[in-house]
């Protein structure tokens, strides 16, 4: 299955692949370079498929855990000051998601959103420390009856040049519900509690709506 922010690039890029195939042959017949042309535009249909797959999982509601938001590799474990929405120290846990991730963001804790705002801003790498405050995201907080207000924000790549949000303020969210899109390469950041128990270590890999994060 695939993404509904997927379902027009998908359709495009098919009809373009079709398009250049059928040019290539009528032009090249036979030959190796025609080919060729279908070996690369089959590949990069085949990789923008694998960008917009969203596996369905199923997620055991546990509201004395977070779960990683996203599938990916974490980057960053470290205990920062927070300056958007806090204004305090909190852990920060950064999922960096390369192009052949699952981009799918879902919920990492149930509760009610109270803060959802974008941002526009550069395209620096997902890795860079600057990422975080530089580039374009968005900022959701999420208000769990366990953890509290729980943060994320979702940044854009040096690829990505858009992000996916839904949601909104007041809405109530389950824990691996679908809570955005992020295009082309990208990172997570979680900001939770100085309390919380980490469940993960650097360089480890997570997957979206099932690996926990951390836990009261």
Known sequence: MFHKEGHAIISISLIITIIINLISS????DLIISKIVGVITLIVMFLILQFFRNPKRVTKLNDSLIISPVDGKVVAIEKIFEKEYFKDERIQISIFMSPLNVH???YANSGVVKFSKYHPGK??????PKSSEKNERTTVVVDNKNFGKVLYRQIAGAVARRIVNYARVGD?????DDAGFIKFGSRVDLFLPLDSKIKVELNQIVKGGKDTIAEK
């Open 104 to 106: 799918v963001t879902r």
């Open 172 to 176: 109530k969210v389950l824990q691996g």
């Open 123 to 128: 395209y620096l790498v997902a890795w860079h």
């Open 26 to 29: 009528y032009f090249l017949g």
